[in-house]
């Protein structure tokens, strides 16, 4: 069983939907929680961390983290175009260590 | 905010030879940086902690006398891979903090 698993997709959404991806992990030790885009050929790009249960906003972007059920989401309000990408979820157990990257779900909002 | 400049962004190479990819830090001093692999469609999968002054910890699985890594400044960490394959071509992604601040990555790609 995988650390973090997501659907890869691909996810597709009109532009100006709302984008919800979703990741499950599997080590409740896990403390923080990370969503990352990364396009075609480039490196990951930070978007949100989650720590504590609940929503956390950001903008367009929301992080939601339910750690009873090992599942954190990301939500992409009013989808963009230049959203497009695959987006990659990570769970860190403590700080500084065992750090795990999903594969990545590919989302294209479509114009 | 902080910045890491990586180098080569891509490079080819014949089987049997080795590649060294640099990864600097240009605004500040990393006394650790990470170094991370991905192949396509699939995770970052982190190789190894490069630790300035002292040996690199390697994850499981690396072999370390492959993936040679030397951290001699604080402000350059370099990768070699030596003797390559062409099961070695992928993305190399070095980052000056475990969760984010990742320099653009190295295409590499053994023929």
């Known amino acids: 069983q995988k650390e973090v698993e997501q659907n890869s997709g691909p996810l597709s959404v009109p532009e100006g939907a709302i984008a919800s991806l979703n990741c499950t992990y599997s080590d409740r030790g896990s403390q923080s929680f990370f969503w990352y885009r990364q396009y075609s050929g480039k490196s990951p790009e930070l978007i949100m961390s989650?720590?504590?249960?609940g929503d956390k906003e950001d903008g367009r972007f929301t992080a939601q983290l339910n750690k009873a059920s090992q599942y954190v989401s990301l939500l992409i309000r009013d989808s963009q175009p230049s959203d497009s990408a695959t987006y990659l979820c990570a769970a860190q157990i403590t700080p500084g260590n065992q750090f795990y990257f999903g594969t990545g779900t590919s989302l294209t909002v479509i114009p | 905010g902080a910045v890491v400049s990586q180098h080569p962004s891509w490079v080819i190479c014949k089987s049997g030879t080795s590649v060294k990819i640099e990864c600097r830090s240009l605004?500040?001093?990393?006394?650790?940086m990470f170094w991370y692999r991905q192949f396509p469609k699939q995770s970052l999968m982190l190789m190894a902690t490069?630790?300035?002054?002292?040996?690199?910890?390697?994850e499981q699985g690396v072999e370390k006398d492959k993936f040679l890594i030397n951290h001699a400044s604080l402000t350059l960490s370099t990768l070699t891979v030596t003797s390559a394959h062409p099961e070695d071509s992928s993305f190399y992604i070095c980052?000056?903090?475990?969760?984010?601040?990742f320099g653009s990555g190295t295409r590499l790609t053994v023929v």
């Open positions: 605004d500040f001093q990393a006394t650790t």
């Open positions: 490069s630790n300035e002054g002292s040996k690199a910890t390697y």
């Open positions: 989650i720590y504590s249960n």
């Open positions: 980052s000056a903090s475990i969760t984010d601040t």
